[in-house]
Every structure is written in structure tokens, then in C-alpha cells.
Nanobody, 115 residues
């Protein structure tokens, strides 16, 4: 079964940048799947932030478009989320998964943006 490990979260000031990483283990076919980044704040539903297809096509939620960039390195079974011009409303626990959430969820990585 696929296991996911997210990292890179931190406390950052508004306007700052972070790069999140997501490593998928337990699979030799990572390259055949799309990957998505999600975020969740307490009391709210998990929100889809960005997706990248197996061919590298990307899509973003309106709230992050132009500020976040999703990418992948299939040789490393890794996806990245580059986050620029961070805003306090980006504060959340960030997760990666296959876009339909079919892999086992990892622990996530906390991003906190101070104003």
C-alpha cells in the first residue's frame, strides 16, 4: 500500500514562501498516477488546492492560482508544492494524495502564515 510523507511546513510571515514535499513509498508506479495537494483547517472540509496529472498537466484552485506551483519528480516518487506570496488564509494542514484520495492519508505538514 502507498504511504505518504509530507514535509516542509513552517511558520512564515505573510508574503513569504515555502516549498512542501510529498514522498510516496510502497509503489513502483507513482508515475502512472495523478497527484494532488489538499489543505484542511479545523472545523472545515478538506480543500483541493492543486493537481498534477501523470503527464504533468496542472490545475489550481482559484484561491492559490498564480501563487502556488505543483510539480513532480517521478524518479524520486515525490511531488512538490511551491507556495509564494503566502497569506494568513493559507494557514492549514497540507496533505498530498492521489486526486480521488485513494491512497492512505499521511500526517500532513502544518503551514502557518502570520500577518
Amino acid at each position: 500500500q502507498v504511504e505518504l510523507l509530507e514535509s516542509g511546513g513552517d511558520l512564515v510571515q505573510a508574503g513569504g514562501s515555502l516549498r512542501l514535499s510529498c514522498v510516496a513509498s510502497g509503489t513502483s508506479v507513482f508515475r502512472l498516477f495523478g497527484v494532488a495537494w489538499f489543505r484542511q483547517v479545523p472545523g472545515k472540509q478538506r480543500e483541493l488546492v492543486a493537481t498534477i496529472t501523470r503527464l504533468g498537466n496542472t490545475n489550481y484552485s482559484d484561491s492559490v492560482k498564480g501563487r502556488f506551483t505543483i510539480s513532480r519528480d517521478n524518479a524520486k516518487n515525490t511531488s512538490y508544492l511551491q507556495m509564494n506570496n503566502l497569506k494568513p488564509e493559507d494557514t492549514a494542514l497540507y496533505y498530498c494524495n492521489e486526486p480521488q484520495g485513494r491512497w492512505t492519508w499521511g500526517q500532513g505538514t502544518q503551514v502557518t502564515v502570520s500577518s
